[in-house]
């Protein structure tokens, strides 16, 4: 699902209400939002370096920041710069998750404009609690908050009504696929997200996403065919075109294969830093298949075979 990138210009028009701005170092950037009232609108996205895996995007809308990045000192640079030129205050943050990466400035957020109050689905330490269907109203725009668990249980996503775009959080990225902590969950919170119906998709990390509804049904077509690869290697040994590794067993017999087997049958050219991350995906649909009745778990080995030996997917 990798997608060919290219540089961001420093300036952008992004919608008839979206600029998004590079923020001067090359990997941080802000989106501006602007409406045609006396006062500015303004969403701003920063992200961490200028390599798209590691993006972290951030928007503010007016009074309304969403995720506040890692923490950096450049992060608290560029947005109290960003506040002064718009004459504006953050009034509220909405956190997406608990990842750091989306909640680590909250306290230089504070610092900055200390009456700000800090939302999250499941507020604590001072956070006010993100209830699913919560109507945020700002001028000139208004977000409906969605709680979509699957990247993380706490997850949540909101919905620009007026634009019909949908800010996707760490569900569904601009670029590649995202990691999940319960496969079951996640095709579920796709499902409700897809049936949204939005047009442009607002992610965490990478570019804007031009038709949202037709990503999330790309990935949800890539997880079961994932499923379904992984159900293959466990039943047959391979995928079916000779990619057959040592660590499966000889034709015919039941075959118990760990993560990592399947993802060296599966992913035979991945690079050795992401077979870690692989291995999750992978253990996540073994779960899944588990709870179907499909495929069983040796207690001693901790590998999977299928329930009975070879079976139908």
Request: aromatic share 6%; glycine share 10%.
């Amino acid at each position: 699902m990798a997608a060919q990138r290219f540089p961001l210009p420093e300036v952008e028009r992004l919608s008839g209400s979206v600029i998004r701005l590079l923020a001067g170092n090359p990997g941080k950037r802000v989106r501006a939002q602007s409406n045609n009232g006396s006062e500015t609108t303004i969403w701003h996205c920063i992200t961490s370096d200028c390599n798209y895996a590691n993006q972290i995007s951030l928007f503010l809308l007016q009074y309304t920041l969403q995720d506040t990045g890692e923490g950096r000192p450049s992060w608290s640079a560029v947005l109290r710069e960003l506040l002064a030129a718009e004459k504006a205050t953050v009034k509220h943050a909405l956190l997406t998750h608990w990842h750091r990466d989306h909640v680590g400035g909250v306290a230089d957020l504070l610092k900055m404009c200390p009456e700000a109050q800090v939302y999250k689905h499941d507020g604590r330490e001072g956070q006010l609690t993100i209830e699913d269907g919560q109507i945020f109203q700002v001028q000139g725009a208004t977000l409906r908050a969605i709680h979509t668990p699957g990247h993380t249980t706490d997850h949540v996503s909101f919905l620009l009504e007026d634009e019909n775009a949908l800010f996707t959080g760490d569900n569904v990225l601009g670029h590649g696929t995202a990691v999940f902590e319960n496969l079951v969950l996640y095709l579920s919170t796709l499902e409700k997200m897809r049936n949204l119906g939005a047009g442009r998709g607002y992610p965490g990390h990478g570019a804007v996403i031009e038709d949202c509804e037709a990503k999330i049904t790309e990935y949800i077509d890539h997880r079961r065919q994932r499923e379904e690869e992984v159900f293959r290697v466990l039943n047959f040994g391979g995928l079916g075109n000779g990619n057959v590794r040592a660590a499966t067993a000889a034709q015919g017999k039941p075959r118990a294969l760990s993560p990592a087997d399947l993802v060296a049958v599966i992913y035979p050219d991945l690079a050795e830093e992401l077979r870690l991350s692989a291995s999750h995906g992978v253990l996540q649909v073994l779960l899944k298949l588990e709870g179907e009745g499909k495929v069983i778990r040796d207690g001693e080995s901790e590998k999977w075979m299928v329930r009975g030996g070879k079976a139908a997917l």
